[in-house]
Structures are given as C-alpha cells and as structure tokens.
Nanobody, 124 residues
C-alpha cells in the first residue's frame, strides 16, 4: 500500500500560478506512475496529468501548455506546476500512484492509491 500526502492548494485569481506537491511513502517500487486527477462539484473526475517513473508524461487537453508535471524519484515526490489558472480549473485535486508493468500501467481509479485531496479555487 502507498500513502500519499498532497499540499499546495489554495485560492488564487485567474492568471496566477500554483504548485501542488505530493509525497508518496510505503510500497513505492518501480516502475510506477504518479499523477493528478481533479473533480469539480457536479462534474466527473478527470485525469489532469501523469508521469511514469521513467519520465513519460501525459496531459489532459484542457491543461496542455499551462500545467507541467514533474517528479523527483529520490524523494518519491510528484509536482504539478499550474500556470495561467482559469476559473474552470477550480476543483479538488487528488494525487495518485499506481504500479506499472512492461505492458503498461494499472488504472489508478481501480488499482491505485489516492491522496486526501487539496482544494484549488480560481476566482475570476
């Protein structure tokens, strides 16, 4: 089992930036993938970005070019740098961790570990 602790959420104005951090502990063996999901009130949970322990990244179209995901494998930490924030980015952001194999990574929704979530609010 993997424990995840997020930090860095808050209230900002549109156009500003925030940086989320997530520290993993426990069974964090490689290969694995860490990522960020978000869920706004009344909306479905969606994948924001993910990064594998090998450095492969993936982004939702809505954040491409504005958000950057990175990780420090030595610190078991993943970051989400969010620039040019918009009101529609308002949501609870969740950190996830999932194991991978040679054929791919397991779905974090079904098989991954999740953090407690951190609120990001962007005012217009």
């Amino acid at each position: 089992q993997v424990q995840l602790v997020e930090s860095g959420g808050g209230l900002v104005q549109a156009g500003e930036s925030l940086r989320l951090s997530c520290v993993a502990s426990g069974s964090t063996s490689s290969p694995n993938a860490m990522g960020w999901y978000r869920q706004a009130p009344g909306k479905r949970r969606e994948l924001v970005a993910s990064v594998t322990s090998g450095g492969r990244t993936s982004y939702a179209d809505s954040v491409q070019g504005r958000f950057t995901i990175s990780r420090d494998n030595g610190k078991n930490t993943v970051y989400l740098q969010m620039n040019t924030l918009r009101p529609e980015d308002t949501a609870v952001y969740y950190c996830t961790h999932t194991q991978c194999s040679a054929s791919g990574c397991y779905d974090p929704i079904e098989f991954g570990s999740w953090g407690q979530g951190t609120q990001v609010t962007v005012s217009s």
